[in-house]
Every structure is written in C-alpha cells, then in structure tokens.
C-alpha cells in the first residue's frame, strides 16, 4: 500500500508538473489515469447506498489558473459509519499534495458537503491531523447537461468546523465547473 501512494504521489506530481502554465481555459494540458478507488472488501449490504465518488480538476483563477485535481469516494453505511478517501494534488502555491479520509458528508439532492481529517500533506496551513471542507453538485451525465461542479478545498479547520460544515454547511462559494472528471451524488 505504502508503494501505491508513494507511485500516486509521483505521478500526480509529473501530471501537474508536465503541464506547463494554463493560459487557455477551455483547453488544459492536464491528463489524469489514476486508477479509480474502490469499495472492494465492503459488503453491498453494509452501504446504505448514500454515496459522493468521483473526481475532478478544476482551474482556480485567484491563484494564476492552477489547477486543481482531487479524487474522492465517500460512503455512508447502514450501521451510519461513514468511510472513505480524498485525494487532492494542485499547483497553486507552487505545488501541494495531501491524502485525507473522509470524517462525514451531508446530501441534499444532487449537492453535497463533506469534510476530511488530512492523513498526509505538504501544505504548511493544512497540517496533520486538521479537516478541509469542500462541497459538490453532480449535475448528471446526460447530454447538454452543465457540467459537475465543486468549491475549492478549505484548509485548517477543526472537528467541530467539519461536523458544523456536513451539518448545516459554510458558504463556500464560488463554485467553479470541472473541465475534466465526473463527481457522482447517490442516496437511496
């Protein structure tokens, strides 16, 4: 396992290192393979079927038009555990990594918020051991459909910042489009 995040770490480093600066938009360099994650060893039974999955890369503005990639599987069981990854490599600030579980999401129709406690990282206002808080709306795949959006990642917040973010939810707005990826909100 420790291989597989390290060769992950490496490769999310090469694919944003190899892209070179943004200046277009529409039309960014960014190719991601990273495998999927999945539920292998989670019994069908055990997930109550409310889900957030996906990935996606977005380009922030306030930071040059870095981009920003992050792959995410949330999944609340039928006990009401809530278990799961986050992943997120972006080139703002000259480059930052973490890995995260997630510690509980909240869905409301095709929306949802979520929140992690970071398990590795190499951003100094995002320790070890603090959350980030983002939130997502899946706006389906069907043809002419608007394309998924997420807010950017919100660093160095607390337990209780995290519970109150899947609870009730900050306003993190703005929402930006993906370019690339598919965020998927499931409930039962």
């Known amino acids: 396992m420790r291989g597989v995040r390290q060769g992950l770490a490496v490769f999310g480093a090469v694919a944003l290192t190899g892209c070179g600066s943004v200046s277009e938009p529409t039309s960014p360099r960014l190719t991601v393979t990273e495998p999927e994650l999945s539920v292998s060893g989670v019994a069908r039974r055990d997930v109550a079927g409310e889900r957030v999955t996906g990935r996606a890369t977005i380009i922030l503005p306030a930071f040059g038009n870095a981009l920003e990639f992050y792959h995410l599987e949330a999944i609340r069981h039928r006990d ?10 972006s080139q703002q600030m000259g480059g930052q990594r973490i890995r995260a579980h997630v510690v509980c999401f909240t869905v409301s129709g095709d929306s949802a918020r979520l929140a992690a406690q970071i398990d590795e990282t190499d951003v100094p206002f995002g320790p070890v051991g603090s959350y980030v808080v983002w939130s997502v709306v899946d706006n389906g795949k069907r043809k002419g459909s608007a394309p998924d959006q997420t807010t950017d990642i919100f660093f160095g917040g607390t337990a209780a910042q995290a519970q109150f973010h899947c609870d009730t939810g900050f306003n993190l707005a703005p929402f930006f489009s993906l370019i690339r990826g598919n965020l998927r909100v499931r409930h039962p």
């Open 80 to 89: 009401g555990r809530v278990t799961g990854e986050f992943r997120e490599f």
